[in-house]
């Protein structure tokens, strides 16, 4: 039972179903993953931060995945300007450091991309991220897994010429769609859309059909962007 429950919880996280994906897992089992959806659900509609703080709190501090989904929740206050602590930048890098000699490569692997998105975007360093997200990209495409993929060739495609940049955005695209993943395909929607000209009949088709679905999802963020 406990393993079918797990499934189905990842199933409804995938669908971008958090609270449902939380009702699924009992109160005491799978606290990683609850950690996990509770912080997820917070980057994507900046809602329950205090839930996310209170599921990784329960982690054992020294884990990887505690390191890792601390230095999150530090990141997105800085990104969405949630109630910054003056910390939040050294833990940040703190957790991420820490996550990143975990002997789990994938894991790892998500500390070197995350790391790498703290210094693009938090510290406007692409010289420092851009080694990280080859890394986490050559992690991600050794163990064949397009999930991971979609996420770090959609940070990596700013830094690209425009023909390569669209290619890369479109790939994250269709990577997200495949595997069903649908936050993730509503974002990557959004940024194909703004990266194409406002003339183009594709740019207005992905933003018919993005923006319903950031609405239903309660992702605000990316409907006030756009």
Do not use: C
Not at 5 to 15: E, F, G, K, P, V
Not at 56 to 64: K, N
Not at 203 to 223: D, K, N, Q, S, Y
Request: charged content about 30%.
């Amino acid at each position: 039972m406990l393993a079918h429950d797990t499934y189905i919880a990842r199933r409804l996280l995938l669908l971008g179903e958090w609270d449902a994906a939380l009702a699924t897992l009992g109160p005491d089992t799978e606290p990683e993953l609850r950690a996990e959806i509770a912080v997820d659900r917070w980057f994507f509609r900046t809602d329950g931060h205090e839930e996310a703080e209170k599921a990784v709190a329960a982690l054992d501090p020294a884990s990887p995945t505690a390191h890792l989904l601390t230095a999150r929740l530090a990141y997105s206050r800085l990104l969405f300007r949630h109630a910054p602590r003056p910390d939040d930048r050294a833990v940040a890098e703190a957790g991420y450091r820490a996550a990143a000699a975990s002997d789990d490569e994938k894991l790892r692997g998500w500390a070197e991309y995350h790391w790498a998105v703290l210094l693009d975007n938090i510290d406007e360093d692409p010289a420092g991220a851009l080694p990280r997200y080859e890394t986490a990209l050559d992690i991600a495409t050794r163990t064949g897994d397009g999930y991971f993929e979609s996420y770090i060739i959609r940070h990596l495609a700013p830094h690209k010429e425009p023909a390569e940049r669209i290619a890369m955005l479109r790939r994250s695209l269709h990577l997200r769609a495949a595997l069903g993943a649908r936050p993730q395909t509503v974002a990557a929607q959004a940024l194909l859309a703004d990266n194409l000209p406002e003339d183009d009949p594709e740019r207005a088709e992905l933003i018919r059909t993005f923006r319903p679905g950031a609405e239903e999802l309660g992702i605000g963020w990316l409907v006030s962007g756009n």
